[in-house]
């Protein structure tokens, strides 16, 4: 999404994608483009899929991922944008409604073209960086306003958290139906199920603990959730993300027989 604005996104092989913010005169003249569609890399990728569907005969749906709303104007703004909620306060919310905006106007596409991309994810995976105070004072009016979006376009929502996600469960619980939730490692599990009782949760494990621990402790871990799930387990999910180069295989195998046991 940033690079509709103009970033550069940097690739390496050894390493996730980095996304370079704009400088400080380039991103005050930001506004949201009249059609995202006509926007690289998303005209590319309606190309391609087109290509593919006169070469093949099949139909690929027009769609790629729309971030989340703090999560594009950190990245196009970098880090000062967190400074940007206490020093100027009104060009902070001017970039967290450009990035709403163009994650809506993505999402509106996606239906016009018939696409069938499941629940709407908004990725809060920067969150915890602003807190719970500045998240309900700035943030969550934008939240608000995807959510309706979701429902209007007949979407289901889905909350991507990434980090501890106690602090944060009462302001999510505003909204009327999540469907799914991802939690971040050391989160409250029990806490999501009883907030969040019509959503599947989705806790994600720790790729550093994968690998640094000892297979007693992964057993203990991974039982220990299944067990603070209870009879809600039918609406868990358990996400091993990047595991590293050097996470033992042992510890991979034990962790799955924890959960089958």
């Known amino acids: 999404m940033p690079a509709i604005f103009g970033c550069e996104v940097m690739f390496s092989d050894d390493k996730f994608p980095i996304c370079l913010h704009l400088d400080e005169a380039r991103v005050h003249e930001l506004s949201v483009p009249e059609d995202i569609t006509q926007c690289f890399p998303m005209c590319e990728i309606i190309r391609q899929a087109e290509h593919v569907e ?27 944008f967190l400074l940007d909620y ?36 908004n990725q809060n995976c920067s969150v915890p960086l602003c807190g719970p105070t500045i998240y309900t004072d700035h943030l969550f009016r934008y939240e608000q306003e995807l959510y309706d979006a979701t429902l209007r376009l007949g979407r289901g929502y889905l909350i991507h958290h990434c980090g501890v996600f106690d602090q944060f469960a009462s302001i999510y619980r505003s909204l009327p139906e999540v469907r799914d939730l991802q939690i971040g490692w050391e989160s409250d599990m029990r806490l999501a199920l009883d907030t969040f009782p019509e959503s599947h949760v989705e806790y994600f494990i720790c790729p550093v603990f994968m690998k640094d621990s000892s297979k007693a402790d992964v057993i203990d871990k991974v039982r220990t959730l299944v067990d603070t799930a209870g009879s809600d387990i039918v609406r868990v999910s358990f996400l091993f993300c990047d595991l590293d180069n050097g996470t033992p295989d042992e510890n991979i195998h034990v962790a799955v027989e924890a959960l089958l046991a």
């Not at 093949?56 to 769609?63: A, I, K, L, M, S």
């Not at 020093?87 to 069938?116: C, N, R, T, V």
């Open 54 to 80: 006169r070469k093949y005969g099949q139909n690929v749906e027009r769609n790629w991922p729309i971030m989340g709303i703090q999560n594009i104007a950190l990245q196009l703004r970098g880090s000062d």
């Open 86 to 121: 206490y020093a100027d306060p009104d060009f902070a919310h001017k970039l967290l409604s450009i990035s709403l905006q163009s994650m809506i106007a993505s999402l509106e596409y996606f239906g016009s073209s018939g696409a069938d991309a499941g629940l709407v994810a």
